[in-house]
């Protein structure tokens, strides 16, 4: 079966420093994944998607990430980070054995310090 | 505007009490999920629908239920089998299963069982 583990739960920054938020999944095939950003008490917004192709992709909000295949990583980086940027990330896991649905890893929740 | 709408954003509930939340989309999505979210937990799969009048469980379908009898609408009853209901719950649609369409998530509707 298919996991997303992202191993820091809570991740505090200054405001103008560089992010990188990690994500391993589990897959026995080419992985289809995801970032998406959650504002408190909100749904989620999609940032990023991987499918194919180039291996570093390009996002919303001045996000990018990079699949790694040889470390099933899949990290989330921005290389200066904005007050407004303080939120709950997720990282998920499409897979087409499990019918097209996504499964998502716990969150890192981002705090922005002044 | 097009979009996804959630009713009610808070919704409280004795114990042993059945709870219907809406879920209604304007996108002309063919499909529809619900998550429920739990803190540390990311997001679980209840029950998806890929078209009007189908639907599959998810994850964690007991002690849920849902319908799908039009395209824009897709309800979720949480039942008294429910053991742990309190929880946040996520609707979303996609404009077609596949993976490579976008999930859009509505604002949520928090549940607590009292």
């Known amino acids: 079966a298919q996991s997303v583990t992202q191993p820091d739960i809570h991740i505090t920054v200054s405001e103008g420093a560089s992010l990188e938020l990690r994500c391993n999944y589990s897959?026995?095939?080419?992985?289809?994944l995801f970032w998406y950003v959650q504002s408190p008490g909100q749904g989620l917004q999609l940032l990023l998607k991987?499918?194919?192709?180039?291996?570093l992709v390009q996002g919303i909000k001045g996000f990018e990430a990079e699949f790694k295949r040889s470390q099933s990583s899949f990290n989330l980086r921005k290389p200066s980070v904005h007050w407004s940027d303080a939120a709950e990330y997720f990282c998920a896991v499409g897979s087409f054995i499990a019918g097209n649905m996504l499964t998502f890893g716990g969150g890192t929740r981002l705090m922005v310090k002044p | 505007d097009g979009g996804i709408t959630q009713s009610p954003k808070y919704l409280f509930r004795k114990e042993g009490q059945n709870v219907t939340l809406s879920c209604e989309q304007n996108?002309?999505?063919?499909?529809m999920y619900w998550y429920r979210q739990d803190p540390g937990q990311g997001l679980r799969l209840i029950y998806y629908?890929?078209?009007?009048?189908?639907?599959q469980k998810g994850d964690i379908a007991e002690g849920y239920s849902v319908s799908r009898e039009k395209k824009e609408s897709f309800p979720l009853t949480v039942t008294s089998a429910q053991k742990n209901p309190t929880a946040f719950y996520l609707c979303a649609s996609s404009s077609t299963p596949a993976l490579r369409d976008e999930q859009f998530f509505g604002p949520g509707t928090r549940l607590t069982v009292l």
């Open positions: 991987y499918f194919s192709g180039d291996t």
């Open positions: 629908s890929q078209i009007v009048n189908d639907f």
């Open positions: 996108l002309n999505h063919d499909a």
């Open positions: 897959y026995g095939a080419t992985p289809y």
